[in-house]
């Protein structure tokens, strides 16, 4: 069985955003990060809250697939560095903002000014819209080579996020699906 971790971007993910929704659906299988600083994000006490998260549920699953949204790309990227997990692991993330762009909020997440993207150990897929004020393509082109990723380009619907008005976002979904077969996969081996 994959469980999930779910690592929104800044302030978590509202009660219509697609990770919700997910998390809704997958109950005991999932377990969201719990920061202290949602609002003004801080880089060590996120990827730490991945952490726990992770040893959370790994007892329970044979792999985990980490989904996460915006900022909390960055996040995950940062604790695969250095993560000393023993299940197979897939980082599934949704519209990463590019932190040297105008529109990412440098001031309430300074600590994430300076990320560069980096070979992730694991299989990934990034999920992009071709209209996100945080992110243009060529950039997001760039990130997803990085982190030696998949890209899907998920049409033009802004963020992917609640004011995107994707509801449960099937797209989105298939694409995860896709992924943790791969986990379940090498689980399985």
């Known amino acids: 069985m994959i469980g999930h971790v779910i690592v929104p971007g800044i302030g ?14 997958w109950g005991a299988d999932a377990v969201r990060i719990e920061p202290v600083s949602w609002s003004h994000p801080e880089l060590g006490d996120w990827v730490t809250a991945i952490e726990r998260a992770v040893r959370a549920i790994e007892p329970r699953v044979d792999g985990i697939a980490l989904v996460a949204h915006s900022l909390g790309c960055w996040a995950v990227s940062e604790w695969l560095r250095h993560a000393p ?18 529109a990412f909020p440098a001031r309430d ?5 300076s990320l ?17 004020p945080y992110c243009d393509r060529r950039r997001v082109d760039e990130l997803a080579d990085g982190w030696g990723s998949g890209l899907l380009v998920a ?24 992924l943790e077969s791969r986990l379940a996969e090498s689980a399985s081996t």
């Open 12 to 25: 978590g993910s509202d009660a219509t955003h697609w990770q919700t929704r997910w998390q809704q659906q």
């Open 85 to 102: 997990v023993e299940r197979p692991i897939g980082a599934f993330f949704v519209a990463p903002p590019d932190p040297a762009g105008e």
């Open 109 to 113: 997440a300074p600590t994430f000014v």
């Open 116 to 132: 560069r993207e980096h070979r992730l150990p694991c299989a990934s897929v990034v999920v992009a819209s071709a209209d996100d």
């Open 155 to 178: 049409g033009s619907i802004g963020h992917i996020n609640s004011a995107s008005g994707i509801g449960d976002w099937a797209t989105g979904k298939d694409a995860l699906d896709r």
